[in-house]
């Protein structure tokens, strides 16, 4: 099959190891459920270590090769193929679209009973670190142990989320890919509202041995090959900026947050927009998921947290896994809690200070300094991804 690399050992000598086919596709998800960091998941954007929560689970369309997890709540479906000479090679798709449908719109617990717990008892279960492990809360408390009480909440309101919309990452893995899987796999990222599709080559290693008595040394690698050029939104359920500003009567008001958003942009920061409002996000090298350290809602409570207008700080469980930048986000906050106007968010995880309508209007040249003046010192320090 062509490609090669080499191993330099620590005495200088060398070993050439060549690509091979593995025999099947027991084998490489074998390999790939004892070593679930093969699959990059940062190419998909998403946060790792992977737990692995379901392995040839039986659902109604057949038995799904390997179900995953990510910290954010994101589930994977994947599936294994050999490669070209599979005969069933172009059916990989359709079978991940078949176990989407089956899982679509299950709770949290038919989702628990039906996959995870199935899996914790079965004979594929073979980490370590999930002995013992009996439902989705004891799987996640083995591989994720620090994760925060609010980073759970996010977590559990994220799977019910992708469960209930059928949003998965639909993952095809195989030695080889054929351009027309690509085409296809592109075709379905731009046309389908829901759910995003990923080519992975899992590729086999292995070295010639020299004589009778040399060791052979084998090495696997993951690489994407195809995914989404994009985020995706979905019109319907999503507000945008020019929508939600349309919202707004006041027109000073309207006027301060449109200098927010500009400032914000020119920093460098970007917005996750939802259906009622706005967190406003900063790239860190910690994780591949950005930081929230602001969010803007209508001025009503009725939105996430109970925040309402413009929230500046931190969720302290997210900052907790941002250590490049903890110590100057923590200023931050105070800062934003000095300001004139600013009043302590009531959620518990939060260190934040919300400013009403008239706030923003009265203090927006400091709010917009604050921001951009943080940023500029993360990003002279090169803690900003």
């Not at 359709?94 to 899982?103: I, M």
């Not at 013992?132 to 759970?152: H, K």
């Not at 290693?205 to 084998?218: N, V």
């Not at 050029?229 to 449109?258: C, M, V, W």
Request: hydrophobic content about 35%.
């Amino acid at each position: 099959m062509g490609r090669k690399f080499v191993v330099l050992r620590e005495d200088g000598t060398e070993v050439v190891l060549e690509e091979v086919v593995a025999p099947d596709e027991q084998h490489l998800h074998d390999r790939f459920r004892r070593s679930p960091g093969l699959l990059p998941i940062e190419d998909m954007d998403l946060d790792g270590p992977l737990l692995v929560v379901g392995q040839e689970v039986s659902l109604a369309s057949g038995r799904i090769d390997l179900v995953g997890l990510t910290r954010s709540g994101d589930l994977l479906l994947v599936e294994f193929k050999t490669g070209p000479q599979n005969p069933d090679f172009r059916h990989v798709l359709a079978q991940l679209v078949d176990y989407g449908s089956d899982l679509w719109r299950q709770s949290l617990d038919e989702f628990d009973n039906t996959v995870v717990r199935r899996y914790l008892t079965s004979q594929y279960c073979t980490d370590p670190l999930m002995s013992g492990a009996r439902s989705l809360d004891d799987a996640r408390r083995a591989i994720w142990p620090t994760m925060q009480e609010s980073e759970i909440d996010q977590f559990q309101t994220r799977l019910s989320e992708v469960l209930t919309t059928g949003d998965f990452h639909f993952v095809g893995v195989a030695q080889r890919f054929t351009q027309s899987m690509e085409n296809t796999v592109r075709y379905l990222n731009q046309s389908m509202k829901r759910g995003k599709f990923y080519l992975v080559e899992m590729i086999r290693y292995r070295s010639s041995p020299d004589g009778p008595d040399a060791q052979t040394f084998s090495a696997y690698g993951g690489q994407m090959i195809a995914r989404p050029e994009g985020p995706k939104t979905d019109p319907a359920a999503r507000i945008d900026e020019a929508r939600f500003l349309d919202t707004i009567a006041d027109a000073e008001y309207r006027q301060a947050l449109q200098r927010i958003f500009d400032a914000c942009r020119v920093s460098g920061l970007t917005f996750s927009w939802g259906t009622r409002g706005t967190s406003i996000r900063m790239a860190t090298p910690d994780r591949a998921e950005p930081l929230s350290i602001g969010w803007i809602f209508p001025s009503d409570t009725n939105n996430w947290s109970g925040l309402s207008d413009l929230t500046l700080g931190y969720d302290s469980g997210s900052l907790a896994t941002r250590p490049s930048v903890k110590h100057h986000i923590e200023q931050y906050a105070e800062k934003a809690l000095r300001l004139p106007g600013g009043v302590p968010a009531k959620a518990k995880p939060m260190v934040a200070a919300t400013f009403n309508s008239r706030s923003v209007v009265d203090q927006q040249s400091e709010l917009i300094a604050l921001i951009t003046a943080t940023i500029d010192t993360i990003n002279e320090l090169g803690n900003l991804a």
